[in-house]
């Protein structure tokens, strides 16, 4: 493998591409990073979903010096196994981030955007729809038994993390079967987001399922609100394309998943970001928020959730807010920690 012998340092923005040891792409930035005398990276989003998101890419700045080299180590230092009826799952310790940042202060520095920046205001609100009862009669069968009969095709939910997906997918309008095919049930949601949208003037969308993306582009092209849409399939030269619309101006919503919209994007002239269903990973929600505020922003910004009623939705997004509570806690920790030291 060729490496530029020229640089003695290597610089990794958004490590936790590279959280996932057993990837390729990990294990070929090991390799490179070896080449390297001097190595550094950064996030925003250090240990979105667990404590062990950070073990890789500590390993590719200091060979394990500092978490070990050996993962399965790690993993039991910081983290309790569990059964949760199906398999052993892996929880952080009450500790874990106390652990972790003692081990990482000298050699932490982090800026937080309102230290450098003045940012205008940004609020957090959840908007409620209510699901037709005939369908929260369907809810609550799946939930109950975990299998749904639509009239055309039967849903199984064969463990508890299935169970909960096919909820979720339920809620927001349809859900699939086996063979990946949408058994369609209700767009009622969409109208509010499509609402939403009207009464601003300019707004991100985040969806996480394709039959949300079809049924709001449906629904903006019924009401002539100029839109696109970023997802896995649009190619970069696309995705700049979309950007600079947006932030001419000429369009008036982008539909995002937030995978594809989460890092590197920036879209200030929209202020208001709505998820048309939550998710539940805490990286790609805060990233993708974080795409209306960021430098550049002159504008009060907003966040707005949509939840059904009394359904995982509401639970999903409080989950949320307890993974990103405990990553600020590590990273408020690391910061105690460097200006202590």
Not at 57 to 69: A, H, I, K, S, T
Not at 112 to 140: A, D, F, R
Request: one cysteine or more; charged letters at 25%.
């Amino acid at each position: 493998m060729h490496v530029l012998t020229d640089f003695d340092t290597l610089v990794i923005d958004e490590f936790t591409a590279f959280k996932n040891k057993d990837s390729q792409r990990s294990k070929a930035a090991y390799k490179i990073a070896e080449a390297f005398s001097y190595r550094i990276a950064m996030s925003g989003t250090p240990n979105s979903n667990t404590i062990l998101d950070i073990w890789h890419p500590m390993l590719l700045v200091d060979d394990g010096e500092r978490l070990g080299r050996r993962f399965y180590s790690f993993r039991s230092s910081v983290c309790t196994s569990r059964f949760n009826g199906f398999a052993n799952t892996w929880v952080d310790k009450d500790d874990a981030e106390q652990l972790v940042a003692a081990a990482l202060s000298d050699v932490n520095i982090r800026y937080e955007l309102e230290e450098c920046l003045t940012m205008p205001e940004q609020t957090i609100s959840t908007k409620y729809v209510t699901l037709p009862s005939k369908i929260m009669t369907q809810y609550k069968q799946l939930s109950e038994d975990s299998v749904l009969y639509t009239g055309t095709a039967t849903i199984n939910a064969i463990h508890a993390g299935a169970k909960v997906k096919k909820l979720l997918q339920l809620c927001t309008g349809a859900i699939y079967d086996e063979q990946g095919v949408v058994q369609s049930v209700h767009p009622d949601r969409y109208e509010l987001v499509m609402q939403l949208v009207q009464e601003r003037k300019n707004s991100l969308v985040a969806f996480n399922w394709k039959h949300e993306k079809q049924h709001m582009t449906a629904l903006a092209e019924k009401l002539g609100i100029k839109y696109s849409t970023i997802d896995g399939d649009t190619p970069a030269h696309r995705r700049k394309d979309i950007v600079d619309r947006m932030q001419a101006g000429h369009l008036q919503v982008v539909f995002c998943h937030p995978q594809s919209a989460g890092h590197g994007l920036t879209m200030t002239k929209a202020t208001s970001v709505i998820w048309a269903s939550p998710t539940y990973n805490a990286e790609h929600y805060q990233q993708f928020n974080r795409r209306i505020y960021r430098a550049g922003q002159t504008q009060r910004t907003e966040v707005i959730h949509i939840a059904a009623r009394n359904t995982w939705e509401t639970e999903v997004y409080e989950k949320l807010q307890s993974k990103l509570k405990r990553m600020e806690e590590l990273l408020t920790i690391l910061n105690k920690l460097k200006t202590a030291a």
